[in-house]
Nanobody, 123 residues
């Protein structure tokens, strides 16, 4: 059974930092591209960042580029999202997802999803 479990969310002031983690089990982790998505209050879920199975390819949404960094540790079956200079508009539930094909921003291509972790940024 595949499980993706996010952690590291919380409440932070604007300008602060958080690091999200997503621990995966039940799948050949290094073969999967891993993505982070988020759902802000009143909005649809949207792409944040993605990393290829090897970690050599990354991509980011324009709104987070330069502030967020996605990385992975295949030995620990874990993907991370380092979030710096957080803004109130980053407030959302953050989800990690696994995709066996190529790193993509398209949610429809992802096979497995975690339950999400709440990030709240106060102004």
């Amino acid at each position: 059974q595949v499980r993706l479990v996010e952690s590291g969310g919380g409440l932070v002031q604007a300008g602060g930092s958080l690091r999200l983690s997503c621990a995966a089990s039940g799948l050949p982790f290094s073969r999967y591209a891993m993505g982070w998505f988020r759902r802000a209050p009143g909005k649809e879920r949207g792409f944040v960042a993605v990393i290829s199975g090897s970690g050599s390819v990354t991509d980011y949404a324009g709104s987070v580029k330069g502030r967020f960094t996605i990385s992975r540790d295949n030995a620990k079956n874990t993907v991370y999202l380092q979030m710096n200079n957080l803004k109130p508009e980053d407030t959302a539930v953050y989800y990690c997802a696994a995709n066996l094909l190529v790193p993509t921003a398209s949610m429809n291509e992802y096979d497995y999803w975690g339950q999400g972790t709440q990030v709240t940024v106060s102004s």
